[in-house]
Each structure stands twice: as C-alpha cells, then as structure tokens.
C-alpha cells in the first residue's frame, strides 16, 4: 500500500509537470529584416495599458515586423502624442522618417470597450483604412491581430496572417505533445498527449480538423481530430504502414501512404475513412503528397530513379514529372496556396536546407542557414515558409520570407518543437 | 504478487485519465503497463509449469538461450537486403512460424540519421517487407506476417557515432502478445 501511495504523489507530481510545459509559451525572436521595409509609426492607443487585458500596438508592432515587410519608426519621434487625426503633426512624422502611421484608442461601452484605429499616409495625409470593435476587454489581443492584419492588407495589398494558427509536435522528455498555436506562438494548447510518436500534423481547409500520424497502436495509423469538439477517429488503420495525410482543397478526401502493396504508396480515401483508391503505381518509395490548390495533381517524393526527388502527377491518373533536379535527395514538399511556389528539403553536402522554386521557371534557391532543416509549409497568404530547425541539438521553428530576407524564430525552453503545419485563414 | 500488480496498473492509469481531464486528450496508458502486461499474463501459465515439472517444454520464446531470443535483423547503409550475417536469424523465426501456425508476428522497421520523418517511414518499411519477404519465401504464411515502419522515430540508440547508427539499421520480430 506505502508503493501504491508514494506512486500517486509521483504521478500527480509529473501531472503537473507536463501541465507546466502544456501551457509554456513560445518565445519568439525576429532574426534580420529586408532591405525595401516599409516605415510605419504605430502610435500608442489612448488607454490601452488600462481599458484592456493586453495594450494592443506592442502586439500591432510585433506582428507587422515579423512579417519582415515592415520598419517601426519610433511613437517618441514626434513630440505630441496623437489619438484623433486632428492632432497629428504630419511634418514631424515625414521629418523622422514615417510613411504611414496609425492611431488608435480604447474606450469604456457598458461592460465592454470600444476599440478603434485609423491608419494615415504620411505624405497623402490620407486615410488608409480603420476600424472599429466593440468586445470584451480579454479579447485585446485578438482585436490587435485583427488591426495588423488590417494594415498589412492596406500597406502591401496581400491578405494578413495574424489570427492563423500553427500545429506542431512537441518533444517534452518521453512525451509527444501535439499542440497548436497562435502564429506568434502564444496560447499554446495541447490536442493529443502520447507516449509514442506524433508525427505529420496536417490542417483541414476549414481550420477545424488535424490529421496526425500516431504510433499509439504501434504501428503508423492515420487519425483525424476535430479541434471544436475534441473528438478523434482512424482514418487509416490498415495492414503495414499508414502515413503521411494531406487534405485535398475541398475538405472532402485525404491523400495518404498506405503500404498494402508491399511498398508505400500514395492513395486517396473518403476524410472519413472510406474507400481506397491508389495513386501512384511503382516499385518505388512513393510518399509525402501535397495537393495544388486547385486540387487537380498531387506533388509528392518517389526513389524510382534511385535517391528520393519531388515529381507532380495528376489526382485522376497519368504519368509522374519530375521537378526537382539539383542534388541527390529532395524531399517533403509543400505548395503555395497561391500555386506559384514549391518549397521542399535539399540534403547538399551533409546539410539539409530548405530551398524554394519557381514552379513557371524551375529557379530555386536556398532559404535556410542552419545545418539541419525539416518540413517547411507555407502562410495561407504564401508570404512566409515555416520549418523546423536543429540548433546545437535542440529543434526550434523559423518563419522565413521566401526571398530570405526575414526571419522568425519560435522556441519552446523545454522540449523540441518538430514537424510544423502553418494553418490555413478560416477558424471554426 | 499479481494483485499488487494489477492496482498499481489500475492506479496509473486512473490517474493518467485525471490528469489529461484538463483539456489535452491522452492516447492509451503506455506500453509498459498497459497492452504488455497484458500479453505477459497470457502466457503465465507455461512458464510457471514447465519451471515446476522440468518434463514441459519451455516456450522457446521465452528462453534466453534459444536462438529465437535473438529478435534483430541488422541492415547495410542505405540497404534493405537481408545482409548473410542476418539469414540465420531470419529462418529461425521462419521455422518457428511454420511450426506454430496460430502465433504471428510484426516486423518492424527502423531506420538511422536524419532525413524526411515520412521518407524514413518508407525506408524502414522496405526493411520490414524484406524480411517479411524472406519469411514468406521459406513457407510462412502471409496471415502470420504483418511489416510497418517505425523510420526514424524509435532509435535504439541515440548517439551520433557510426556504431550508434548501425544499430538503429534494424527491423524487430515482435510476436502478438509482446
């Protein structure tokens, strides 16, 4: 009985433990900006540090900045603070160096606050965009992620990410921890806990569902979750190895790799777990599909000419392109969702990089620096690529614009952050 | 001995489902005390007779010192050919099949270093299909046999030195109940 005991409090003690590590943030570090960065001064919201939970512009300023598009010109640089348009000292702002600044404030409406912001061109003196929110005061963050993304689309034309989300595994001692989060790495929830592996986390179109490969039975099974009600159902479950789940643009089937044929290949089944039908046809290894936004071919990586390369073929059927041809082994491919991009892993002298291609021109080039790379995924805007990346033995998440000119690091202190899947826009 | 067993399982296991109440769901109670407890229990029975007798067969899976303990079959750099050195281990359990035409086994394959999770997935699985393969070709019924992957995920060692990746360069003949 004095075992069975002490044997409790050494599990309610590792309960909380990994509780701890559930909830941990991540830690995000902006690496290095573009050349052509846009000025923009976000001037502090009037009550902002005392109407809501969290002051909005730090949150504002974060988000413009990671996407490596924009400068902040600082809110002291001009003598006045400003929170109406009428008391905005245009020269002052031109004169340091501003080319649009935005200004906002919080106000108390009943139980809730108002929230409102305008953006200005600084050299038009001319309103951009505004808005205005009436929420509860927690909903702070939100709302500014909603501002940004605003001002994105108002400064650059593309459509904001900042209320995206981020799926990933997280290593934390024995665990798995399937977790997912704000695309800043805040608010971090973990969705499945195992003691076997996690791998492969891949998002529904409609933001709600996450397909996974889980090693719980012992072997690879595919499973999908749903994120609203927590409820959870096989997929794949049949005989050998089931892996690698990809969602076509509708929602409504899965590519996957079963090995029933005695290798693995790439089929197509119901979403929910109906009916196999085989993709690809060769002896080879023929694994990782991703669809092309119109849901016509499936990229994917096949050894039938020896190492691993990336070829596309038709869902319907027909025969395999190659489309990568530097290097002896490219793997993991991912799509834009603007159709135009393909991002995928090269191994070149022992290192393993993420590159980039042109699909029209076939022109790649490398995106990372360290030595060891996996899994890259697009922003549902294409703007960014996110991947894993091992630094000294710890794997921790960048976010870098294709072009390489910014990047975003994502750390967890306690535990290795892999195979990550950036969300698409929509939420349940 | 047993009963004591059995609540400490219970206990884990209660207490793991209270835990992940908060919000994250759980997969099942790990393998150590859950499904291969289980499968221990099964073949208890055997054990304990043939220890009180000496006339009763031991269950050559279960012995030390039969080659049957043996369970690894060790691959090449990049190869899923079931190398010479390898054979013998392979037509054991082949033998052991045939003869035992109700038990089954999972062959599981692994792979070393780094690469694509899901292209090791592949690789791992070429590994298992050879020695299924082999298996098959010496008269084990394909019923008995089921290859899958574990690619990169489970190593057995972790280290980065040569002799650290060979060992990882493995499929593992795990029976049903194991």
């Known amino acids: 009985m004095p075992i069975v005991k002490t044997l409790i409090r050494a599990m309610l003690l590792l309960c909380l433990a990994a509780a701890g590590v559930a909830r941990a943030d991540m830690t995000i570090e902006i690496v290095g900006g573009g050349a052509n960065r846009h000025a923009i001064a976000v001037l502090p919201f009037q009550n902002e540090t005392t109407q809501v939970r969290e002051a909005l512009t730090p949150i504002i300023r974060n988000d413009l900045l990671l996407t490596g598009a924009f400068r902040m010109v600082d809110p002291a640089s001009a003598a006045n603070p400003a929170f109406e348009p009428a008391q905005i000292n245009y020269p002052a702002w031109r004169g340091a160096g501003a080319q649009s600044l935005a200004i906002g404030k919080v106000e108390a409406a009943g139980g809730q606050v108002k929230i409102s912001f305008r953006l200005f061109d600084a050299a038009q003196q001319k309103q951009l965009t505004s ?191 190659r489309l990568s041809w530097d290097g002896s082994y490219n793997v993991s491919p991912k799509v834009s969702p603007d159709g135009r991009t393909l991002s995928y892993i090269r191994r070149a002298a022992g290192q393993f990089r993420v590159v980039v291609q042109d699909l029209a021109s076939g022109d790649n080039r490398v995106l990372s620096s360290g030595a060891y790379n996996e899994r890259p995924s697009f922003a549902p805007n294409s703007r960014m690529v996110l991947f894993a990346s091992d630094e000294g033995g710890k794997s921790v998440l960048y976010a870098a614009t294709p072009d390489g000119s910014s990047k975003v690091r994502l750390a967890v202190i306690n535990g290795d952050v892999q195979d990550p899947a950036w969300g698409p826009f929509n939420r349940p | 001995m047993n009963l004591k067993h059995l609540l400490i399982g219970t206990a884990t296991v209660a207490l793991l489902a209270a835990c992940s109440s908060t919000k994250p769901l759980e997969t099942a109670a790990p393998t150590e005390n859950g499904s291969a407890g289980a499968g221990q229990s099964a073949t208890l029975p055997a054990d304990t007779g043939a220890a009180g007798q000496g006339t009763v067969a031991v269950d050559p899976l279960k012995d030390p010192n039969s080659p049957l303990s043996k369970r690894s079959v060790y691959f090449d750099f990049d190869s899923s050919a079931v190398k010479q050195s390898e054979q013998q281990t392979v037509a054991n359990h082949a033998e052991y099949l045939k003869g035992h035409p109700n038990r089954k086994v999972v062959i599981q394959g692994n792979t070393d270093a780094r690469g694509s999770r899901e292209y090791n997935l592949g690789l791992g699985q070429r590994r298992a299909e050879s020695v299924k393969n082999a298996m098959q070709v010496i008269g084990v019924k394909e019923n008995q046999l089921e290859a899958v992957s574990f690619g990169k995920e489970k190593p057995k060692a972790t280290g980065n030195t040569e002799a650290d990746y060979a060992q990882n360069r493995r499929a593992d003949i795990a029976y049903d109940g194991e």
């Open chain 1, 131 to 321: 808005g205005e929110f009436t929420v509860t005061p927690e909903r702070s963050r939100e709302v500014a992620h909603t501002i940004a993304d605003m001002i994105y689309e108002a400064i650059t034309g593309q459509k904001g990410i900042f209320n995206t989300r981020i799926s990933y595994v997280l290593k934390s001692g024995r665990d798995y921890l399937l977790q997912v989060a704000d695309m800043d790495g805040r608010g971090a929830q973990t969705i499945l806990r195992s003691k076997e592996p996690i791998i492969s986390p891949a998002w529904s179109p409609d933001g709600g569902k996450i397909a996974y490969v889980s090693f719980e039975a012992k072997k690879p099974v595919v499973w999908v979750q749903n994120l609203v009600t927590g409820q959870r159902h096989i997929v794949a479950n049949f005989k050998g190895s089931n892996s690698a789940p990809a969602w076509s643009p509708d929602g409504r089937q899965l590519a996957v790799v079963l090995t029933t044929s005695g290798t693995s290949q790439i089929y197509v089944i119901d979403a929910n777990g109906g009916g196999a039908r085989r993709v690809t046809h060769s002896n080879a290894i023929d694994t990782e599909p991703a669809w092309s936004p119109d849901g016509s071919q499936l990229y994917f990586v096949s050894d039938r000419a020896g190492g691993p390369q990336i070829y596309v073929q038709p869902v319907a059927g027909g025969s395999a392109r």
